[in-house]
């Protein structure tokens, strides 16, 4: 498939997709999903590829969904919404969560909306300094989705969450480092170097293990201790038997640098 609406390319085992509709501020459309879908599979079925990095093209990162994509003249058959998310964003979100390798996202600017908890569905969220999050539904008449009502109470708790959900404020990338949403605010001009050396850090490691941990934590805020003390001893017999592991406790003996295969 051509795409249109991202970019895509892959190198030293990284692929990155870049949002590219910028005098749009990257919104969403259904062809976007189209191809991130088709994107996603790529990265899914390639064994060479080891971390994914998603930034946006332009002054924005992404300002949800496209609305020109939902305008309606009085009288007209409303977009039934559920169907919309079932069809489109949760599968992306859900294709974030579950990918086997680290996903790290470069905020270059404003993520509002859907394209907000697209970013916060990453592991790593770097951003630019100027960037900012707005969970900007409720001026529409929305509630959060692509996962945010799940994500925002989990990362700054209820209180947190539920005035930016009902304020649609818009908070700085600091402030959003400062309250957990984010792991990290850097420079503009430092972000993609930043983000794309990170990302080639992960993709150098011990990919499974990476694969392993990010199914334990995701896990965890529904489990007791008990479920979550089980769910480690299965995934740490997996993580036991790869051959990074071996790798890793022999170049630690060898006081040397591990030379991880991503298996
Ligand atoms: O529908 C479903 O499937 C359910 C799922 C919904 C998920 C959602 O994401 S709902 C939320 C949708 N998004 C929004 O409501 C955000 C709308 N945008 C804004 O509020 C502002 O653009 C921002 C706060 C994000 C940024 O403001 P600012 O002043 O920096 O930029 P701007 O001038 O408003 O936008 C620049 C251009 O992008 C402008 O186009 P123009 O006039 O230069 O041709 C603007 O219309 C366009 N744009 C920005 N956001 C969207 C958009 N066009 C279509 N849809 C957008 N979401």
Partial sequence: MPYETILFDISDRVACITLNRPEKLNAFTARM?????????QVYAGDTVRALLITGNGRGFCAGQD????????GEAKVELGSALEKSYNPLVRGLRELSMP???AVNGVAAGAGCNFALAADIVIAGRSAS?????????LIPDAGGTYALPRLIGAARAMALSLLAEPISAEQAV??????KC??????????????RRLAAGPTRAYGLIKQALNASPANTLEQQLALEAKL???????????????????KRTPRYQGR
């Avoid at 999903?33 to 599979?41: D, G, P, R, S, V």
């Avoid at 994509?69 to 009085?74: P, W």
């Avoid at 999050?133 to 008449?141: A, D, P, T």
């Avoid at 400062?178 to 792991?183: A, P, Q």
């Fill in 33 to 41: 999903h189209e191809e991130l879908h088709e994107a996603l599979k």
């Fill in 67 to 74: 609305l020109n994509e939902r305008a309606m003249s009085d």
């Fill in 103 to 105: 996903v790290i996202c």
């Fill in 133 to 141: 999050f707005i969970e900007v539904f409720s001026r529409i008449g």
């Fill in 178 to 183: 400062n309250w957990g949403l984010i792991w």
């Fill in 186 to 199: 850097v420079d503009d001009d430092k972000l993609m170097s930043e983000a794309r050396e990170l990302a």
């Fill in 236 to 254: 740490q017999r997996e993580a036991g038997r790869t051959a990074d592991f071996q790798e890793g406790v022999k170049a630690f003996l060898e």
